[in-house]
């Protein structure tokens, strides 16, 4: 085991898409990590080194994981030049090192990324010559990258260590016309009230990201046990501590669920694209897929859960069609009280097409498309509920159809087998 008890601890971001930083708090807590700062798209927190590793494995809804260099107030370029100057880069950059320089600014005086990049690339320069006794750089070794973000003259510089952003599990091979983030995709399931006893199912699954992202959730799968991160290569991440961070997602990985996730399309290509999806997540036993219409939802099932995020607006379908769907979706739904229903989408006046007001609403940016989470909360299951059907669960693993064919031959949907009333 690597010994950190005398190390201090890191100042680390973990950026967030608007509105879900709440949901990154509480995930930073799971993992034991309280002591956060948020704002806006960000939340700020204090751990040691192995964190780097164990947030970047475990954070479902969070799209980097970075290390905070420095933080100061600056006005104009030659203040931010002299406060990068005298920040210990040598401690994270070695001499061969790869440093490619992002900006952002918001609302503040210095207000060029381009020339933020280009300002904040010679200063640290400048550092490295005086700190390395050299004039040139080849950086032809590991990347660090730098982001600079400045909002209202203050200056942010982090160095991310997760390379690829964090909604790339690794599984998504195929997407479809208007992809979910897998990080939102996870953020609406825990957003929900579905637990892992009772019927969820997405009517619009599209390429499988919600149901994959829930039955990784329910399973407690690590949603980044599958792929690599920059930090892996830097030399001050011992490679100890991702064994050990890899190690503990294996070990906490619970057993299959009780019940299938019904995921549903109406284009077989979809449905296609999120079976090959879902198997690349480890999870394609845990998700049964039907080609099928939504008006062919209506169940006698009680205490179940919709999470979907549905066509919407003109960037899928014509907006007389879109409108036609919501209406078709309140008749369908509403009916259904004792379910809860969870609906995502970027879509005007969807209550009013829907027919009824949410009991909760959230906003949260998908891809920097404002969006609303429109929430119908049913009632909670009664104590020991339990909704596994005996005839469901007499089938064993073994007997499913084989891979690529699972929900398309005729075998019964949840759905639609009918439950047995006390």
Not at 271 to 298: C, M, Y
Request: with cysteine; hydrophobic share 35%; proline share 7%.
């Amino acid at each position: 085991m690597t010994d950190e008890t005398n190390s201090p601890d890191l100042h680390l971001v973990a950026t967030a898409a608007f509105g879900l930083e709440a949901i990154v708090v509480r995930e930073l807590a799971d993992l034991g990590y309280h002591e956060t700062r948020v704002e806006d798209g960000r939340v700020h927190f204090h751990a040691p080194l192995s964190a780097i590793c164990r947030t970047n494995i475990w954070l479902r809804c969070a799209e980097r994981v970075q290390v905070v260099i420095g933080e100061f107030p600056a006005k104009d370029f030659d203040e931010l030049f002299d406060n990068v100057k005298i920040l210990p880069w040598e401690e994270w950059l070695p001499v061969d090192a790869k440093f490619p320089v992002h900006a952002n600014c918001v609302r503040s005086e210095i207000n060029s990324p381009m020339n933020v990049q280009r300002m904040v690339k010679r200063s640290v320069v400048e550092r490295m010559r005086q700190i390395y006794s050299r004039h040139r750089f080849a950086e032809d070794g590991n990347e660090y990258s730098i982001d600079v973000n400045i909002m209202r003259d203050n200056v942010l510089l982090t160095l991310d260590t997760s390379g690829d952003g964090l909604h790339k599990r690794g599984y998504r091979q195929l997407v479809g016309l208007a992809p979910l983030r897998e990080t939102i995709a996870a953020a609406l399931v825990k957003l929900s009230y579905w637990k892992e006893n009772r019927l969820l199912v997405d009517p619009f699954c599209g390429s499988g990201t919600i149901p994959i992202e829930a039955a990784m959730i329910g399973r407690n799968i690590a949603p980044g046990h599958n792929r690599s991160f920059s930090a892996e290569n830097w030399p001050q991440v011992p490679a100890t501590l991702w064994t050990q961070a890899r190690q503990e997602a294996r070990d906490l990985v619970n057993p299959p669920l009780s019940m299938q996730i019904i995921a549903r399309d109406r284009d077989p290509k979809m449905t296609k694209i999120a079976k090959v999806n879902a198997r690349g997540s480890g999870v394609f036993s845990e998700i049964l897929f039907e080609t099928k219409d939504f008006v062919a939802f209506p169940t006698n099932r009680d205490h179940g859960c919709t999470i979907c995020n549905p066509p919407y607006g003109e960037r899928i379908g014509e907006r007389d069609e879109v409108r036609q769907l919501h209406q078709d979706m309140g008749e369908l739904l509403r009916p259904l009280d004792t379910w809860s229903h969870y609906i995502f989408t970027g879509a005007e006046n969807f209550e009013r097409e829907f027919g009824q007001h949410a009991d909760r609403r959230r906003k949260i940016f998908n891809a920097r498309i404002p969006c609303t989470y429109f929430q119908y909360l049913g009632p909670r299951p009664p104590e020991g509920f339990d909704e596994i059907d005996p005839v469901e669960s007499q089938e064993p693993a073994a007997s499913q159809e084989p891979p690529g064919t699972q929900g398309l031959t005729g075998t019964p949907s949840p759905l639609d087998v009918p439950e047995e009333k006390d």
